[in-house]
């Protein structure tokens, strides 16, 4: 196909501002799928049904219409994947910029819009919803023209559940967007910008060619990892998949590589042929995933560590983000520590193990990478139970984020109030409009993997959105807060947080641990410690009774089976130290503590 | 274990009561006192039907509970009991006891059930205090226990138990001790305080799980035990198990064959019996009771041959109940050594013996020297 009269855009949209009813809109228009077979959130549903099946996402849609060849191509919505979004935008020439006539934007809208621009992008900025009542599409439209720099008379508006103002939006795409360029005689470069296993098909990767063309069946090289394979079938899908035998420069489609594990082919590599004919240089903007949060995952009570482990080998395989190492933990038994690229991809990770393998888990609070410096050495911690004790290093460092938050003005306090309790740095609050603030500040990390969501959502009544980008690291006064029973630290509640936060910490777990830690034949003392220094105790008074009152000829076998009941429960303690802990009252004090949660 | 001719001790069941307490899971019936006279008819039978089995084994002491067995009339429980003594061999000093509520006697009946031969009268009286026998439901007051208690020494009866519970909602350290004081004075042969057990399956059950009545507080009923023994010890009762306490000589020999593990017969709906490592016990369901046994058939509710390891538990929580203890030789070797060190267990001529605060943990004693 003559790159001309090609066209590769994705549409940006918060949740629930339209995306999924606007694709549905645009398959109907361009007639990709026959009438009888469409139905609501046509894409989305085509992933939900291919999860029992053979997997292939629908990540990038071949679209005709009037001569053109429209490529779709999705790209993934949260901040964790930031990483992830800016390789689908490179696959693209536009992008729509999607809002909601009446919720207006978003501060994760707002985020890729910039990755979008900065990508060099063409924005065809669109209000939709405009049939809704609550629409105020003249205050939105000034809001996206401020934003863009542009007149509000440019601002499409339209309504993709009824379908209005689609055809125009089309148009404006096609009108607007400028075709992609890339020589047909060039090596090959073809971006990897999404891939996933297959348990059948192995490692598919959808791929944008840049230059040079793929032909089905090649001979493959990933141009960063170095392996090489044989291709098993490149295609589009339209929206069903649908083998070519090219893909040529600009096109974007799907490419069956042959390979079986995941980590040969990662988001952001270059794809070219191997041997003769291949490029020199691959595309720039490569990157390795680098985990950010790190957590502990333990197989339940009963639970049974080599299935866990069986299944994140498993679940590795389609997810080169995840990472893991065996850990030990005396009061959760044998685990991993594991490292994600945020909290969404965690929960994500959390609920794939229960969820696809049955499996029943505990995960310990997440927490952050830290820098340990002691001289001109850096020691990486991700675990708490590998921080140095205080005074035997020089400091330390924690990741900062750039952080936005986009807040209907009423709730700017709470948001302000909020961040300076979690130690952030004001940098700048603008006006998107009269109503709603845009708020930027630099963040601890760690501040936010811990129930910094809940309480965003929380205080703002759920009007606030939250974005962030990773900003480099920052000296910290932060210290390891351990928890003891009776003079035994329990390593799953040892953790890492800045100073003025520890006896808030350890006054927390000392007293919820004291509800939890049942009563033993002698006081048991619940400390909270930064290295020898006791900084919160609590009491569990040592029990004294514990008989049975009554035990007659009619009696005696009950009670025997209550005896034989308790026996068996305490054969289940476990013991730290001298004290006997049901591992529930572990798993109840880490749950509590669950309160981080995806947006 | 010993080689001197086999004893056993009766249990016999009578489930009826004039109303239902709220806190109490036995076998027990409101409202059925029409099936009175057929049930003591049931009663007789199964003894025949049982007694062949114990030929030649001593009856040492018989024991009729509830239930409340005073709610049968005087000529039934004659009955009752010489139809006992005529199909089994009972020793001619065995113990009889029978239970009573203070609102079912009078003097009259209690000459009457001393000359029948229940010689034992053991008291439902549970306490002194009024709201704490609200909180229990029991409709007796406190001025009807010295009234029956008075009637059973004028009818001649001297050696009587007083049943007392502790640690119902609102029962303060100072009104248990007011209790102690009022049973001590009473100066009966043999005194049981219980602490209140909450059974899920009662009405309190019920109530403390739905959060409308506090359950017990393990610290005050703990408070209330050492205040029993303190009290108790003064007045001069031995302290010879978990809930029971005697003048010397009076310790009830029926409950005590329980604990050694000796064998009984059980007659009646639900009643239980044990010998040779076979427990036993019989449907629960009066009915059920009276159409099995009017058929002709041992009413046979169920049954469990204990195995080594149950024995060997049972043993031990029982034995340990009682001031005998356990042979040291027992426990795997230094299993008592921290009981021992903080002051739960003593050691006492090679047995192992709870002490007060050791009563109170047993189930952890238990626990600890048999896993």
């Not at chain 1, 949740?15 to 809109?25: C, E, F, V």
């Amino acid at each position: 196909m003559d790159t001309s009269h090609i066209r590769n855009f994705c549409i940006v949209a918060h949740i629930d501002h339209g995306k999924s009813t606007l694709a549905d809109r645009l398959l109907e228009l361009t007639h990709a799928v026959a009438d009888r077979d469409m139905r609501a959130q046509y894409l989305d549903r085509m992933d939900l049904e291919r999860e029992r099946g053979i997997t292939i996402k629908a990540q990038a849609v071949r679209l005709t219409h009037g001569g053109y060849e429209l490529n779709l191509i999705d790209t993934p919505g949260h901040v964790d994947f930031t990483y992830e979004v800016s390789r689908s935008l490179e696959a693209c020439e536009g992008a729509i910029l999607l809002v909601d006539a009446a919720q207006g934007l978003e501060a994760q809208t707002l985020a890729n819009f910039h990755l979008a621009r900065d990508a060099g992008l063409v924005i065809v900025p669109a209000l939709n919803k405009i049939d809704l009542p609550a629409a105020e599409p003249d205050q939105r439209a000034k809001e996206l023209a401020d934003l863009l720099d542009r007149d509000p008379d440019d601002i499409l508006r339209i309504s993709a559940k009824t379908g209005e103002g689609v055809e125009d939006l089309l148009k404006a795409v096609i009108d607007q967007v400028p075709p992609p360029t890339g020589e047909t005689d060039a090596a090959l470069r073809a971006l990897v910008f999404d891939s996933m296993f297959d348990p059948y098909r192995g490692v598919i990767t959808y791929v944008r060619v840049q230059e040079g063309e793929l032909p089905s069946g090649a001979r493959i090289r990933l141009m960063a990892t170095g392996a090489e394979s044989d291709a098993e079938e490149a295609g589009v899908m339209a929206p069903e998949p649908l083998p070519v035998d090219t893909l040529g420069p600009g096109e974007v489609g799907y490419l069956v590589t042959g390979l079986k594990d995941v980590h040969l082919a990662k988001v952001g590599d270059t794809i070219t042929l191997a041997g003769k004919g291949a490029a020199t240089e691959p595309l720039p903007g490569y990157r390795e995933p680098k985990p950010m949060v790190w957590s502990g995952l333990f197989p339940n009570e009963g639970g049974d560590y080599s299935e866990l482990r069986e299944a994140l080998d498993r679940l590795k395989l389609s997810d080169s983000a995840l990472s893991y190492e065996p850990e030990t933990s005396q009061a959760l038994g044998f685990g991993f520590r594991a490292g994600f690229l945020g909290l969404l991809h965690m929960d994500i990770v959390k609920e794939r193990l229960e969820r696809e393998f049955d499996l029943e888990l505990i995960a310990t609070a997440p927490n952050v990478e830290f820098h340990v410096i002691r001289g001109d050495e850096t020691v990486v911690v991700h675990n708490p139970a590998e921080m140095p004790v205080p005074g035997t290093y020089d400091r330390v460092e924690e990741p900062i984020v750039f952080a936005t938050v986009i807040t209907p003005k009423e709730y700017l306090g709470a948001v302000l109030d909020l961040c300076q309790s979690r130690r952030g740095e004001l940098v700048d609050t603008t006006f998107l409009t009269p109503e709603r603030a845009e708020v930027h500040y630099m963040l601890p990390l760690a501040e936010i993997v811990f129930d910094f969501f809940d309480h965003l959502k929380s205080s703002t009544r759920g009007y606030a959105s939250l974005d962030y980008e990773p900003w480099g690291y920052q000296e910290s006064d932060v210290v390891r807060v351990d928890v003891l029973l009776h003079g035994e630290p329990v390593d799953a509640f040892s953790t890492i947080v800045h100073r003025s936060k520890a006896y808030a910490y350890g006054k927390k777990m000392t007293e919820r641990l004291r509800e939890l830690i049942p009563r033993q034949l002698f006081d048991v003392a619940i400390q909270a410690a930064i290295g020898s220094k006791i900084i919160a105790r609590e009491t569990v008074k040592a029990k004294r009774k514990d008989v049975l009152a009554k035990c007659y000829g009619g009696d005696i076998t009950r009670k025997r089976k209550l005896l034989e009941e308790q026996k068996r429960g305490k054969a289940r303690l476990r013991k730290v130290g001298r004290v006997d802990v049901p591992q529930e009252a572990f798993i109840a004090a880490l749950r509590a503590d669950a309160g981080a949660k995806k947006k | 274990m010993s080689a001197s001719p086999e004893t056993a001790g009766i249990y016999v069941h009578v489930p009826f009561c004039l109303t239902r307490c709220g806190y109490c899971d036995f076998n027990a019936y409101a409202g059925l006192d029409h099936l009175a006279s057929r049930y003591v008819a049931a009663l007789l039978r199964e003894a025949e039907l049982a007694a062949p089995d114990w030929e030649g084994v001593g009856v040492v002491s018989a024991f009729l509970g509830g239930g409340t067995p005073t709610t049968l009339e005087v000529a039934d429980l004659k009955a009752l009991l010489a139809h006992v003594r005529s199909v089994f061999s009972v020793t001619p000093d065995a113990e009889v006891t029978i239970e009573a509520n203070p609102d079912t006697v009078d003097e009259q009946k209690l000459a009457g059930l001393l000359e029948a031969g229940y010689g034992r009268l053991s008291m439902g009286v549970q306490s002194f205090d009024r709201s704490v026998l609200a909180a229990l439901e029991r409709v007796h007051q406190p001025e009807s226990v010295t009234k029956a208690f008075r009637a059973a020494r004028a009818a001649g009866y001297d050696n009587v138990n007083i049943d007392l519970i502790y640690g119902a909602a609102g029962e303060t350290l100072e009104s248990w001790g007011r209790t102690l004081e009022e049973a001590v004075a009473l100066s009966p042969a043999h005194i049981s305080a219980y602490a209140l057990t909450i059974e899920p399956a009662t009405a309190l059950g019920r109530q403390v799980a739905r959060g409308d009545v506090p359950a017990p507080d393990p610290d005050l009923e703990a408070d209330m035990f050492e205040a029993a023994c303190r009290l108790l010890g003064e007045a001069g009762y031995g302290h010879y198990e978990v809930s029971n306490w005697a003048r010397p000589g009076y310790e009830c020999r029926h409950n005590l064959g329980y604990w050694e593990r000796r064998p009984y017969v059980g007659l009646g709906a639900g009643a239980h019996g044990y010998r040779d490592g076979l427990r036993s016990w019989n449907v629960r369901p009066p009915e059920e009771y009276l159409s099995m046994v009017e058929r002709g058939e041992l009413p046979v509710g169920g049954s469990e041959e204990l195995e080594p390891a149950d024995a060997y538990l049972e043993e031990v929580f029982l034995r340990l109940r009682i001031l005998q203890g356990i042979p040291a030789s027992w426990v795997d070797d230094g299993r008592e050594e921290p009981y021992v060190e903080s002051g739960l267990l003593v050691r006492d001529d090679g047995h192992l013996v709870p002490t007060e605060r050791g009563m109170l943990l047993l189930n952890e004693l238990v626990l600890g020297l048999t896993s």
